[in-house]
């Protein structure tokens, strides 16, 4: 088809999905996806192609992931029917410790940041089920940060919206040269993040963990007063779990255990699973309502549970168990029409990946807020993240910091099967809404039986970062005055924010691929 079709018998219609048959990868950029579309094309599997896109990411897309930054990662074997996940997330310095942090955790510097723990997890991914050889998998990504590439539009927006970036000596001088941000289509050249990339691809992990990153990470973060050291570095490994579930209609749905917020996700499920299809199908503000409600109480009821699981295990079967889920029930269905209910009070990319062998790999990295630490250092050209912040002080809480200790996550990676087979992959960006946003997704598909692009261009509600309910300026008034007449408090806000950039693929009966990128930001779908 030459162009696209926008309206069909008169009925506007979203931005068309992307099919394929031997492979689909959608992610944040354009240019990571078609990296690991010519990965999957030269006989890469679905986890050598993550790798370059991701790489390409860590690039290409500063205020949202990067080298420094962590990852949560399912993957699925369709040879073995074996589905895994792979926590590649870091813990808190040495010297990490309440009484260090007595005035609140550090937002912006050396002391926002915790251990990386991206390049490991690529590695012992690429160990396990990687085809390509390592060192070809950073290629594009080395290329593109020695010979430069165009800085985009939502980088130069963030550039503008933050201005505690310009404060870094490090990401100024290659984001604002002059002291002036990048405009759309300028070239940024990062050279010492290249030599960097090609350092990991030529060595390892190691280079990064036990040698020369190490040792440049951390001298920097000392000289600059942080915690953070060489020896921290030295000897993390990534943690293979397995991943917790529940059904949802047809569909038994896998996300990433603690400390990831996945289990809010199922939690969420739980809670609506026994409303009626009319429940989903009918007037916005009881819809909405129904899912205020569950997240707002998964949220009430979860969130206590969502810390280091080596130090305080979450209790998985009782949060989704019998009991609980009539609990979950009981608060939506105090939303129903006619009730009343006052619910209480990111830099992130995603992609999902799968060929047309039934392998498939979701992932979500980040460095948490926004450019993250906004701390960068010269030498390695790495941001760090400020995944630090994840954590309280209070020292009851069973997320209080605490050395070699890992801090609550956000992020999640979804895979839904039917019949045992890989049917749905849900990513997307926003912080604590990551949960809230791949809902409704899922219940835009299988309740009101929308197309995948439809599902995902949906006007969506979500929390902003102090827990208060935002719906999409795309609703109409009277949706938020039902809402606030029934006790919600509600808010407004547009774009990509608070509302996430979806990137979601389904795999149809037939075995086509189905990709589709969000147009909140600068997502990209390719497939062959």
Same mark, same amino acid.
């Given at each position: 088809?030459?162009?696209?079709?926008?309206?069909?018998?008169?009925?506007?219609?979203?931005?068309? &999905?992307? #099919?394929?048959?031997? $492979? =689909?990868? /959608?992610? @944040?950029?354009?240019? +990571? *996806?078609?990296? !690991?579309?010519?990965?999957?094309?030269?006989?890469?599997?679905?986890?050598?192609?993550?790798?370059?896109?991701?790489?390409?990411?860590?690039?290409?897309?500063?205020?949202?992931?990067?080298?420094?930054?962590?990852?949560?990662?399912?993957?699925?074997?369709?040879?073995?029917?074996?589905?895994?996940?792979?926590?590649?997330?870091?813990?808190?310095?040495?010297?990490?410790? &309440?009484? #260090?942090?007595?005035? $609140? =955790?550090? /937002?912006? @510097?050396?002391?926002? +940041? *915790?251990?990386? !723990?991206?390049?490991?997890?690529?590695?012992?991914?690429?160990?396990?089920?990687?085809?390509?050889?390592?060192?070809?998998?950073?290629?594009?990504?080395?290329?593109?940060?020695?010979?430069?590439?165009?800085?985009?539009?939502?980088?130069?927006?963030?550039?503008?919206?933050?201005?505690?970036?310009?404060?870094?000596?490090?990401?100024?001088?290659?984001?604002?040269?002059?002291?002036?941000?990048?405009?759309? $289509?300028?070239? /940024?050249?990062?050279?010492?993040? +290249?030599?960097?990339?090609?350092?990991?691809?030529?060595?390892?992990?190691?280079?990064?963990?036990?040698?020369?990153?190490?040792?440049?990470?951390?001298?920097?973060?000392?000289?600059?007063?942080?915690?953070?050291?060489?020896?921290?570095?030295?000897?993390?490994?990534?943690?293979?779990?397995?991943?917790?579930?529940?059904?949802?209609?047809?569909?038994?749905?896998?996300?990433?255990?603690?400390?990831?917020?996945?289990?809010?996700?199922?939690?969420?499920?739980?809670?609506?699973?026994?409303?009626?299809?009319?429940?989903?199908?009918?007037?916005?503000?009881?819809?909405?309502?129904?899912?205020?409600?569950?997240?707002?109480?998964?949220?009430?009821?979860?969130?206590?549970?969502?810390?280091?699981?080596?130090?305080?295990?979450?209790?998985?079967?009782?949060?989704?168990?019998?009991?609980?889920?009539?609990?979950?029930?009981?608060?939506?269905?105090?939303?129903?029409?006619?009730?009343?209910?006052?619910?209480?009070?990111?830099?992130?990319?995603?992609?999902?990946?799968?060929?047309?062998?039934?392998?498939?790999?979701?992932?979500?990295?980040?460095?948490?807020?926004?450019?993250?630490?906004?701390?960068?250092?010269?030498?390695?050209?790495?941001?760090?993240?400020?995944?630090?912040?994840?954590?309280?002080?209070?020292?009851?809480?069973?997320?209080?910091?605490?050395?070699?200790?890992?801090?609550?996550?956000?992020?999640?990676?979804?895979?839904?099967?039917?019949?045992?087979?890989?049917?749905?992959?849900?990513?997307?960006?926003?912080?604590?809404?990551?949960?809230?946003?791949?809902?409704?997704?899922?219940?835009?598909?299988?309740?009101?039986?929308?197309?995948?692009?439809?599902?995902?261009?949906?006007?969506?509600?979500?929390?902003?970062?102090?827990?208060?309910?935002?719906?999409?300026?795309?609703?109409?008034?009277?949706?938020?005055?039902?809402?606030?007449?029934?006790?919600?408090?509600?808010?407004?806000?547009?774009?990509?924010?608070?509302?996430?950039?979806?990137?979601?693929?389904?795999?149809?009966?037939?075995?086509?691929?189905?990709?589709?990128?969000?147009?909140?930001?600068?997502?990209?779908?390719?497939?062959?």
């Amino acid at each position: 088809m030459a162009g696209q079709v926008d309206e069909f018998a008169g009925v506007k219609l979203p931005r068309s &999905p992307v #099919y394929g048959t031997k $492979g =689909m990868v /959608v992610s @944040g950029h354009s240019l +990571a *996806s078609t990296s !690991g579309l010519r990965m999957l094309e030269r006989g890469g599997s679905v986890v050598d192609a993550m790798i370059s896109t991701s790489a390409v990411l860590c690039t290409v897309l500063p205020h949202a992931t990067s080298f420094g930054g962590d990852a949560f990662i399912i993957h699925h074997d369709a040879a073995s029917k074996k589905t895994q996940g792979l926590n590649a997330s870091g813990y808190a310095p040495a010297g990490a410790t &309440p009484e #260090y942090f007595k005035d $609140g =955790m550090t /937002v912006h @510097g050396p002391n926002a +940041a *915790s251990v990386p !723990g991206i390049v490991r997890g690529w590695e012992r991914l690429h160990q396990k089920h990687g085809k390509m050889p390592w060192r070809d998998l950073f290629a594009d990504a080395i290329d593109l940060a020695e010979n430069g590439h165009p800085v985009s539009r939502i980088l130069t927006s963030a550039l503008h919206l933050f201005d505690h970036v310009g404060k870094d000596p490090g990401c100024a001088s290659i984001y604002m040269p002059g002291g002036v941000p990048m405009s759309p $289509g300028d070239i /940024v050249k990062q050279p010492a993040l +290249a030599e960097t990339i090609r350092d990991i691809a030529e060595n390892g992990s190691n280079v990064y963990y036990e040698g020369r990153i190490a040792k440049s990470l951390g001298e920097y973060c000392q000289a600059n007063g942080g915690l953070l050291s060489a020896a921290d570095f030295e000897g993390y490994e990534p943690e293979w779990v397995d991943t917790i579930n529940t059904d949802y209609r047809d569909l038994d749905v896998h996300v990433m255990p603690p400390n990831s917020y996945g289990v809010l996700m199922l939690m969420q499920l739980n809670a609506i699973k026994n409303l009626p299809q009319e429940a989903f199908t009918g007037r916005d503000e009881d819809r909405l309502a129904y899912l205020m409600a569950a997240a707002r109480a998964a949220f009430d009821e979860g969130i206590p549970y969502i810390c280091d699981p080596a130090v305080h295990p979450a209790p998985i079967d009782e949060l989704l168990g019998g009991q609980m889920t009539s609990k979950l029930q009981a608060a939506v269905r105090a939303a129903a029409p006619g009730q009343h209910q006052r619910p209480g009070v990111g830099g992130t990319s995603c992609i999902t990946l799968a060929d047309g062998d039934g392998n498939a790999i979701s992932v979500v990295q980040s460095v948490f807020h926004v450019f993250g630490s906004a701390f960068l250092d010269p030498t390695t050209g790495i941001l760090l993240n400020n995944r630090m912040t994840g954590f309280v002080t209070d020292p009851e809480h069973r997320n209080v910091v605490a050395p070699g200790k890992k801090p609550s996550h956000t992020l999640n990676p979804v895979m839904a099967f039917k019949n045992g087979k890989v049917k749905y992959q849900l990513t997307t960006p926003g912080g604590p809404a990551q949960t809230i946003s791949n809902v409704q997704m899922l219940t835009n598909m299988i309740d009101r039986g929308m197309e995948l692009s439809a599902a995902i261009e949906a006007p969506r509600w979500s929390i902003d970062g102090k827990a208060n309910i935002l719906i999409d300026d795309e609703f109409p008034d009277e949706v938020g005055n039902a809402l606030t007449a029934r006790g919600f408090e509600i808010g407004r806000a547009s774009g990509a924010s608070y509302f996430g950039s979806s990137k979601c693929l389904e795999i149809l009966d037939n075995g086509v691929l189905v990709g589709a990128a969000d147009h909140r930001r600068e997502a990209y779908a390719a497939g062959c």
